[in-house]
Structures are given as structure tokens and as C-alpha cells.
T-cell receptor, first 116, second 113 residues
Framework: DTEVTQTPKHLVMGMTNKKSLKCEQH?????MYWYKQKAKKPPELMFV???????INESVPSRFSPECPNSSLLNLHLHALQPEDSALYLC???????????????FGPGTRLTVL | AQSVTQLDSQVPVFEEAPVELRCNYS??????LFWYVQYPNQGLQLLLK??????LVKGINGFEAEFNKSQTSFHLRKPSVHISDTAEYFC???????????FGGGTRVLVKP
């Protein structure tokens, strides 16, 4: 099973709302990632978790708050977003992180976020 | 630092014709190379990867790629495309120091009947 699941598929929120994106994998992977993808652009790395600890934060604004409650789950909490934050948010996982560059990252289908 | 350049932003191709998507990378250290495909409204799916060994790599759905160290290239090919190959294709590189992927800008393949 090489599946990464993400919920919800679509999300529309106002600038004052608080919402969360959820990602789950059951492959025993110890590294999990959040990416942001704007239309017609490649994914941009936001956060990396390794063994449930935040290991990389790519200078993401504090209105995005990641959380890794356990080795299978990754959340992204959203608060006071701006319209320019509208994008496809992708979650990925891999066996390890930072130890070797050979591990394949498996991506979920993404959550399409629209901020009004 | 590493970077990836995909030379074509869009490639139109007729069904059953061959296609080649070009990818060039720059890195001062050993690299690992990946091709991902993204179908409309979906996440990324790994097509193939080069880690070491044979420079010709075969992937899923009839795709293959050739690693050329002297030309720092990793071009993707398919001898005969189908309508279902219409998608965005991303070349990516990671280094021996870690698993952080650097993506190219993407190539949109549009297969016409």
C-alpha cells in the first residue's frame, strides 16, 4: 500500500476562519512533508517532519501551523489566511529524511484551498 | 546548491507519436533524479528514478529516461503516447546530503487525437 490520503479534497474559507488540513499514511514512513502548489507551478516545500519532530520550516508565515500528532498523521492548521494563500496543498511521505536522498516521496492527492 | 531546468514548458504531441521531455540539472555533488507525473486535479505520482547503476531507467506506463552525467541531463521518453498521458511532468533532484527535492518548472504534455 503506497497511499497517502488527504482530507478534505476542497476547502473554501474566509480570511478570519480557522481550519485544518489532514494527511495520513500507513506505510510506516518516518518523514512527512507539506508542499504548496500554485497553478502551473511546481510544488514548493513548506515543512518537513522527521520522526514526528519538525526538521525543516522553509520560512513559512506563522498563519500556517503544522502538527504531527503521531507517525501516521500530519495536520496543517490554517488561521487568518490571505487570498494569495489559495493553492493546492500536497502532503507527502518517505521512509526517512535527511539521512539519504534516495528515498521516494509518495504524494497525496492534495487539498484545493480557496481563501475568500 | 542544486537546480533543475525543464527546457520545454509545453509539448503538444499526436497520439501514438513519440515524446521526449528534456531535463537538465546542476549540482556540485552526487545527485539522485526523479520524474513525477501529475494528472489534472491529482497529486504527484513517481514515474521513475535514477539512483545509481545503469543509466537507462525504465518506469511505469512505458516511460524511460537516460541519465547523462557529462551533459547533466535526465531526459524522459515514451515511444508511443496515449491520450491518457496528457498531464504535467516534473523532473526533480535530491542530493546525497538529504531528501529535499528540488523540482523543475514542469512540462505540460498535451496529447492530441
Amino acid at each position: 500500500d503506497t497511499e497517502v490520503t488527504q482530507t478534505p479534497k476542497h476547502l473554501v474559507m474566509g480570511m478570519t476562519n480557522k481550519k485544518s488540513l489532514k494527511c495520513e499514511q500507513h506505510m510506516g514512513h518516518r518523514a512527512m512533508y507539506w508542499y504548496k502548489q500554485k497553478a502551473k507551478k511546481p510544488p514548493e516545500l513548506m515543512f518537513v517532519y522527521s520522526y514526528e519532530k519538525l526538521s525543516i520550516n522553509e520560512s513559512v508565515p506563522s498563519r500556517f501551523s503544522p502538527e504531527c500528532p503521531n507517525s501516521s498523521l500530519l495536520n496543517l492548521h490554517l488561521h487568518a489566511l490571505q487570498p494569495e494563500d489559495s493553492a493546492l496543498y500536497l502532503c507527502a511521505s518517505s521512509q526517512e529524511v535527511l539521512a539519504r536522498g534516495t528515498d521516494t516521496q509518495y504524494f497525496g492527492p492534495g487539498t484545493r484551498l480557496t481563501v475568500l | 546548491a542544486q537546480s533543475v531546468t525543464q527546457l520545454d514548458s509545453q509539448v503538444p504531441v499526436f497520439e501514438e507519436a513519440p515524446v521526449e521531455l528534456r531535463c537538465n540539472y546542476s549540482s556540485s555533488v552526487s545527485v539522485y533524479l526523479f520524474w513525477y507525473v501529475q494528472y489534472p486535479n491529482q497529486g504527484l505520482q513517481l514515474l521513475l528514478k535514477y539512483l545509481s547503476g545503469s543509466t537507462l531507467v525504465k518506469g511505469i506506463n512505458g516511460f524511460e529516461a537516460e541519465f547523462n552525467k557529462s551533459q547533466t541531463s535526465f531526459h524522459l521518453r515514451k515511444p508511443s503516447v496515449h491520450i491518457s498521458d496528457t498531464a504535467e511532468y516534473f523532473c526533480a533532484v535530491s542530493g546525497a546530503a538529504g531528501n529535499k527535492l528540488t523540482f523543475g518548472g514542469g512540462t505540460r504534455v498535451l496529447v492530441k487525437p
